[in-house]
Nanobody, 123 residues
Framework: QVPLVESGGGLVQTGGSLRLSCQVPGRADTAYAVGWFRQAPGKEREFVAQIPWSGGAIMYADSAKGRFTISRDDAKNTVYLQMNSLKLDDTAVYYC????????????????WGQGTQVTVSS
C-alpha cells in the first residue's frame, strides 16, 4: 500500500473555506471507506468524515456536520473535503486514509498515513 498524498491546505480566516484533495485509487467490493482525519497540536488524531468505497452512509464527526462535505471523483482518483465556515478549532494537519472502518465506537484509519496537509484558521 502506498501512502496517500493530501493537498489543498493553507491559511484562512475564520468563516472562510478550503477544499482539500487526496489522490487515491478507487476500489470496489470492499467494506472499507475512505476518510479524512485531523490532528491538532498536542492532541490525538481524530476522525472527520468518511465515504464508503462501495455504497453506504457518509458519516461525519459532530464537529464537521453542516460545515464539511466529503466527496469522491472516481474518474480522477480523488477524494475531497470541502470545508466551509472554518473555525479556529479546525486548525490541524489533515490526513486521508483509504482503509477506514468502524472500530471501538469510532472510525479508524487502518491504511498507511501520508504527510497530511496543514490547515490554519486565523481570527
Amino acid at each position: 500500500q502506498v501512502p496517500l498524498v493530501e493537498s489543498g491546505g493553507g491559511l484562512v480566516q475564520t468563516g472562510g473555506s478550503l477544499r482539500l484533495s487526496c489522490q487515491v485509487p478507487g476500489r470496489a467490493d470492499t467494506a472499507y471507506a475512505v476518510g479524512w482525519f485531523r490532528q491538532a497540536p498536542g492532541k490525538e488524531r481524530e476522525f472527520v468524515a468518511q465515504i464508503p468505497w462501495s455504497g453506504g452512509a457518509i458519516m461525519y464527526a459532530d464537529s464537521a456536520k453542516g460545515r464539511f462535505t466529503i466527496s469522491r471523483d472516481d474518474a480522477k482518483n480523488t477524494v475531497y473535503l470541502q470545508m466551509n465556515s472554518l473555525k479556529l478549532d479546525d486548525t490541524a494537519v489533515y490526513y486521508c486514509n483509504a482503509d477506514v472502518l468502524s472500530y471501538g465506537g469510532t472510525w479508524r484509519g487502518f491504511g498507511p498515513w501520508g504527510q497530511g496537509t496543514q490547515v490554519t484558521v486565523s481570527s
